[in-house]
């Protein structure tokens, strides 16, 4: 089944009791069972939701894996992939990402015993200097998150396909329609659904997705367990939102690719991050490992300071400031304050995070209109 035809199909049948196409919203908190341990398969709903479980098999389809296990929200997707490990485990993550990923590793997990090392894993030999006998699990991002770094997937995978060193790849910038980890090698595919995925901004969510039976089985005990699982209005949501991905999703890739070439020419802006120009670093990986090359956009301006990058945050009419990405609508942000602040100003220096950055979510409107949008912007400074 190709993927424009999973997204509508995949894992979703019409429902049985009314032959309603759209799968219902059962908004229940529990279940009748005929005699104790005798049910129709569902007993409680926050161990499963029959509108939960088709959201998740639709999403194991779509990253090819065999299970999908949703969460209330990508940082709680991650969390419990966290919870798989146990004091004494290290783990490498990449030093460029999400900033609450990084506040989830060093100020939650790292009171726990468990130590990470963050370095640019675009260089692959990186890896060479940093696994050791602890070493559990390598948590990837590619693209990075804000400088739209790449990571081999695939080479990063054979390096340690000869251990029991998990691989995680947080596929939120990508989403499955641009590109399949566990395709690559990857042991667990993490997802914000709440980006692509949802892509309407109206919802919270998150899923981690695996083709291992004993990781989706630690998962689906943490899922319950700990109990952080997504409402089935939530589920719906995202149901909806997954069946025109590959629609939004391409188009607003066409629309970034025209909005970083405008940028790259402007006088006003001294540095465009963007994997599809020929000359970026991962320009090669990205074309090998992705369908296309995203939706977001970085760039600098000549004008370094964080008061320049400001006007332009504050001056756009139809790029919205605010947090998140992967909405139908074009967002801006300054990751220094907003969504990388609870980074160390030092460690987002080191990796090119000034102050004066900017990230563009790029969406599905007239690229045209978001050009012009940009430029009478830039004219602030």
């Keep these: 089944m190709k993927f424009a035809t999973k997204v509508i199909h995949a894992g979703i049948e019409p429902d049985p009791s009314t032959g309603a196409i759209m799968t219902p919203i059962f908004q229940t908190s ?4 005929e005699a104790p341990g005798v049910h129709k398969g569902y007993e409680y709903a926050r161990t499963q939701n029959p509108t939960r479980t088709v959201l998740e098999k639709n999403l194991a389809a779509l990253e090819n894996g065999t299970d999908a296990v949703c969460f209330s929200s990508g940082l709680a997707a991650m969390d419990a992939v966290l919870k798989l490990l146990i004091p004494g485990d290290e783990v490498i993550a990449t030093d460029d990402l999400y900033g ?7 100020r939650v997990f790292a009171k726990y015993g468990i130590k990470f ?7 692959v030999s990186t890896l060479d200097k940093l696994l050791n006998a602890k070493t559990r699990m390598i948590w990837i991002e590619t693209p990075t998150n804000p400088m739209l770094n790449i990571v081999d997937i695939k080479a990063v995978c054979d390096r340690v396909s000869r251990s029991s060193v998990l691989v995680c790849v947080d596929n939120t910038f990508a989403s499955p329609y641009l590109q399949n980890p566990l395709d690559l090698g990857a042991d667990l595919v993490v997802h914000s659904a709440t980006k692509y995925i949802g892509g309407h901004s109206d919802v919270i969510h998150g899923a981690v997705i695996t083709k291992n039976s004993e ?10 367990a700990v109990g952080a699982v997504p409402g089935p209005q939530d589920c719906f949501l995202v149901l909806r939102g997954i069946k025109t991905l590959h629609l939004r999703v391409e188009r607003a890739c066409q629309n970034a690719e025209k909005i970083a070439r405008f940028l790259k020419n402007h006088p006003k802006v001294s540095k ?15 074309g090998r490992q992705m369908r296309m090359f995203g939706a977001m956009v970085s760039f600098d301006l000549h004008d370094n300071r964080q008061e320049a990058a400001v006007k332009v945050l504050s001056g756009t009419h139809l790029f919205s400031l605010a947090e998140s990405l992967g909405g139908v609508e074009s967002l801006i942000g300054h990751p220094a304050s ?5 980074i160390p100003r ?16 790029v969406g599905v409107e007239d690229a045209e209109d978001l050009m012009a949008d940009l430029a009478q912007a830039l004219e602030k400074i």
């Design 30 to 33: 529990t279940y009748v069972q």
């Design 100 to 106: 609450g990923s990084y506040r989830i590793m060093t």
């Design 117 to 123: 090392h963050f370095a640019g894993l675009s260089d």
């Design 215 to 224: 990781l989706a089985a630690q998962l689906r005990f943490l899922q319950n």
């Design 272 to 286: 465009v991050y963007y994997p599809g120009f020929e000359e970026h670093p991962g320009h090669e990986v990205a």
């Design 338 to 342: 907003m969504t990388h602040g609870s």
């Design 346 to 361: 030092e460690e987002r220096l080191k990796v090119g995070l000034t102050d004066s950055l900017i990230r563009l979510s």
